[in-house]
């Protein structure tokens, strides 16, 4: 550029005149960006903008002082300026805007400023406030766990030891429980993350002393130990980069997280579907653009002679020729094929639906059979002793947190035992207690399986995963999806599941499967036996897509469904139902804890000469249509049963589409057996009242068979 090359050998206030240009000219840039997109969304060329005006200083000089493709970033959408730093392009910013297939951020499939970028190590973002946090220091716990527990061979190509993870929000964000649990986590473990905190004082129409108790979050955290603290005017660049690479060595030097509070200014509306007039006066407005940094750093540059007015208007030229050029270059970048919609809701590369995950078991011979609970801990401690990347955690599912007890305790290992021995077997890195958060667990796990780790984590009880659903819903299941493959999320989540304890009450009894089941992209598995359990968790582990898998608590040692132990190479493929007792008068589909039930049922049927067929489905996302249709093609009746309750409950998929696809066999209405549409309560007779009981399941049987 020629202004940089006439400025080059001059310096101010202690810096190069070439750096200083750059810095002003990615703070222009990213200006002029969104006055680009601006133009376009108002002649209708793009759908949705958002500003990044007023912060372009301090994320220019966080892009700056830390390295791309080396340090890892999480950036929430007004950080324009971090990624021009980085060195994303104009022409890419810009194709997320048009929606272009080849747009590196999402390829079309988000709302522009949704930042993401492989080669950079920028991790994809969502529109949700403050879910980034989190997934950031769990990224930083991969870092950690890549340094201190894997060796060489088993760390990924981009790993440094001295890496950061950064991750920013704006002031607003602050005030979502995730982030303090972020900060809290980040804190307990020493983290390497730098907290980027863009203060402009509004979270959309909302002040800040309306949203932070005291007006200043910095202040707010300021007990948090080993965390570095700073605050800084984000207006100015220089000190911005001072303050960050403070902060910076700070935490390249293993001693803990850093908080950076910067104040910064927003000039534009919180985006094009907001009007700021409407809640902000006239001389506030006014006062803030008086601090405008493009306004302010050019003045500073012309004060200091480090270019001229000339100069400074032949750069701004230079920039929007350039904008201009890079909006030509993604208006006529094509838009994704129609037929790509359903690309990356799974992995590409691994289908735990295969015939790669049939096996047989190979039981060990002269062993004690294994509970549902034993076959799940051998199947971990299987996985974990084969995969140094698996790691377990979760609230109590360590066997003692104090190490320096562990040899003199049993060990916890989880409410159920589940967990138990693996800390012991493989130390505190790999087997751990998290803090009783579950959107610390989930969000952690997120930004972990997005370093290539396998963390399988216990959510406690199934009633209490209502915390962590931000997280399970928008990020742990759309992570491949939304970064068009350029991220993904192939964590596991264990969730102790279901009723019929005899006081397990209102909350320790839900169910809700079907709740999940709603969700693309995550795998649901629900065995109803040990076996199942053991080969399905198998193939989960060794799978690359998110999986819930569903504990019930009723079989964890029930004496009817137990096994052998069958083998550390025991699989079984997702979507392959078990039919547990044949017959051909009628087909009763069912899964979990009615499994057992049903056949009861079944049984009780044969006495009265009826056949029923007895599905159990195994996994219900995805669900085994091919053993369905060819069961009720058979038996032309169709009674299907499960413990959630009957108003939307995952019955009432597999009965819509009998109805709508095999509805020429059909000899009798498709009949569901369901809960009742209340909580389960304390009461054994309130339980037996509300749960579906093998009388229930019998009485649907014949109620179809006599049809």
């Known amino acids: 550029m020629a202004t940089a090359k006439q400025a080059v050998g001059k310096t101010a206030g202690g810096w190069p005149a070439e750096k200083l240009l750059e810095i002003y000219r990615l703070m222009y840039l990213s200006r002029r960006l969104d006055d680009k997109e601006i133009t376009l969304k108002k002649q209708n060329k793009i759908f949705f903008q958002i500003s990044g005006a007023g912060h372009e200083a301090v994320l220019v000089a966080?892009?700056?002082?830390?390295?791309?493709?080396?340090?890892?970033?999480?950036?929430?959408?007004?950080?324009?300026?971090?990624?021009?730093?980085?060195?994303?392009?104009?022409?890419?910013?810009?194709?997320?805007?048009?929606?272009?297939?080849?747009?590196?951020?999402?390829?079309?499939?988000?709302?522009?400023?949704?930042?993401?970028?492989?080669?950079?190590?920028?991790?994809?973002?969502?529109?949700?406030?403050?879910?980034?946090?989190?997934?950031?220091?769990?990224?930083?716990?991969?870092?950690?766990?890549?340094?201190?527990?894997?060796?060489?061979?088993?760390?990924?190509?981009?790993?440094?030891?001295?890496?950061?993870?950064?991750?920013?929000?704006?002031?607003?964000?602050?005030?979502?429980?995730?982030?303090?649990?972020?900060?809290?986590?980040?804190?307990?473990?020493r983290l390497p993350v730098l907290f980027l905190i863009e203060d402009n004082d509004y979270a959309i129409s909302v002040p800040k002393e309306f949203q932070t108790a005291g007006g200043s979050i910095s202040k707010l955290v300021a007990n948090f130990p080993s965390l570095f603290i700073k605050e800084v005017d984000g207006c100015d660049p220089l000190k911005s980069y001072e303050v960050i690479k403070e902060a910076e060595r700070y935490i390249r030097e293993g001693r803990g997280p850093a908080l950076v509070h910067a104040h910064v200014i927003r000039p534009y509306s919180h985006s094009l579907s907001d009007v700021q007039a409407d809640y902000r006066s006239p001389k506030e407005i006014?006062?803030?653009?008086?601090?405008?940094?493009?306004?302010?750093?050019?003045?500073?540059?012309?004060?200091?002679?480090?270019?001229?007015?000339?100069?400074?208007?032949?750069?701004?030229?230079?920039?929007?020729?350039?904008?201009?050029?890079?909006?030509?270059?993604?208006?006529?970048?094509?838009?994704?094929?129609?037929?790509t919609a359903e690309l990356y809701v799974y992995s590409?590369?691994?289908?735990?639906?295969?015939?790669?995950f049939e096996s047989k078991p190979k039981f060990k011979e002269g062993t004690q059979p294994l509970t549902l609970v034993a076959a799940i801990n051998t199947c971990l401690k299987e996985e974990m002793a084969r995969n140094k990347?698996?790691?377990?955690?979760?609230?109590?599912?360590?066997?003692?947190?104090?190490?320096?007890?562990?040899?003199?305790?049993?060990?916890?290992?989880?409410?159920?035992?589940?967990?138990?021995?693996?800390?012991?077997?493989?130390?505190?890195?790999?087997?751990?207690?998290?803090?009783?958060?579950?959107?610390?667990?989930?969000?952690?796990?997120?930004?972990?399986a997005t370093r290539g780790l396998k963390p399988v984590v216990e959510i406690q009880f199934f009633d209490y995963i209502w915390p962590a659903m931000?997280?399970?819903?928008?990020?742990?299941?759309?992570?491949?999806?939304?970064?068009?493959?350029?991220?993904?999320?192939?964590?596991?989540?264990?969730?102790?599941?279901?009723?019929?304890?005899?006081?397990?009450?209102v909350y320790h009894s839900q169910s809700g499967e079907s709740i999940f089941a709603h969700i693309p992209g995550i795998r649901i598995l629900f065995p109803s036996n040990a076996l199942d359990a053991n080969g399905l968790l198998r193939t989960a582990i060794r799978s690359d897509d998110p999986v819930l898998f569903l504990e019930h608590k009723h079989l964890y040692r029930q004496p009817y469904n137990r096994?052998?132990?069958?083998?550390?190479?025991?699989?079984?493929?997702?979507?392959?139902?078990?039919?547990?007792?044949?017959?051909?008068?009628?087909?009763?589909?069912?899964?979990?804890?009615?499994?057992?039930?049903?056949?009861?049922a079944a049984a009780e049927a044969l006495e009265r000469g009826i056949e029923v067929e007895v599905i159990d489905l195994r996994t219900i996302m995805p669900y085994d249509w091919e053993t369905i249709a060819a069961s009720v093609k058979k038996t032309g009746k169709v009674v299907v049963a499960h413990e959630d309750v009957l108003t939307c409950g995952f019955g009432a998929e597999i009965a819509a589409r009998v109805a709508q696809e095999l509805f020429d066999y059909l000899d009798a209405p498709v009949t569901r057996v369901g809960a009742l549409d209340t909580p389960v309560g304390y009461a054994p007779s309130l339980e037996e009242a509300i749960l579906p009981s093998p009388k229930k399941v019998l009485k649907a049987i014949l109620d179809v068979a006599e049809y």
């Open 62 to 189: 966080a892009g700056l002082a830390l390295r791309p493709g080396y340090d890892w970033f999480y950036p929430y959408y007004r950080d324009r300026g971090l990624v021009l730093a980085l060195g994303m392009t104009p022409t890419e910013v810009l194709m997320e805007a048009t929606g272009s297939a080849a747009d590196p951020n999402s390829g079309g499939r988000q709302m522009p400023c949704h930042w993401g970028h492989k080669k950079l190590n920028i991790v994809n973002q969502s529109s949700c406030t403050g879910t980034q946090f989190l997934q950031a220091v769990g990224c930083a716990k991969a870092t950690r766990y890549y340094a201190e527990v894997l060796g060489p061979e088993d760390r990924p190509n981009n790993f440094h030891p001295d890496e950061i993870t950064y991750v920013s929000g704006g002031d607003g964000a602050t005030s979502e429980g995730e982030f303090w649990e972020a900060v809290n986590f980040a804190c307990i473990y």
């Open 286 to 339: 006014a006062e803030e653009n008086a601090l405008d940094p493009i306004l302010t750093f050019a003045n500073f540059l012309l004060k200091e002679k480090v270019l001229t007015e000339a100069e400074l208007t032949r750069l701004k030229e230079e920039v929007d020729a350039e904008i201009d050029q890079a909006a030509d270059e993604a208006l006529a970048s094509p838009q994704p094929a129609p037929e």
């Open 348 to 356: 590409p590369d691994i289908d735990p639906t295969s015939k790669e």
């Open 389 to 448: 990347k698996v790691l377990i955690y979760g609230e109590d599912v360590a066997d003692c947190s104090r190490v320096e007890s562990l040899s003199q305790v049993t060990g916890k290992g989880g409410v159920f035992k589940v967990t138990i021995g693996l800390q012991k077997a493989f130390g505190p890195e790999r087997a751990f207690n998290s803090p009783l958060a579950e959107a610390t667990i989930v969000g952690t796990a997120v930004g972990m």
């Open 470 to 505: 931000m997280q399970i819903v928008n990020e742990w299941a759309k992570m491949r999806w939304r970064s068009n493959n350029a991220n993904s999320s192939a964590a596991i989540i264990r969730v102790p599941f279901g009723g019929y304890l005899h006081g397990g009450s």
């Open 563 to 600: 096994t052998p132990d069958p083998g550390p190479d025991f699989t079984i493929p997702f979507g392959k139902a078990r039919i547990t007792k044949p017959g051909k008068n009628v087909t009763l589909i069912t899964y979990g804890a009615l499994v057992y039930r049903s056949e009861q």
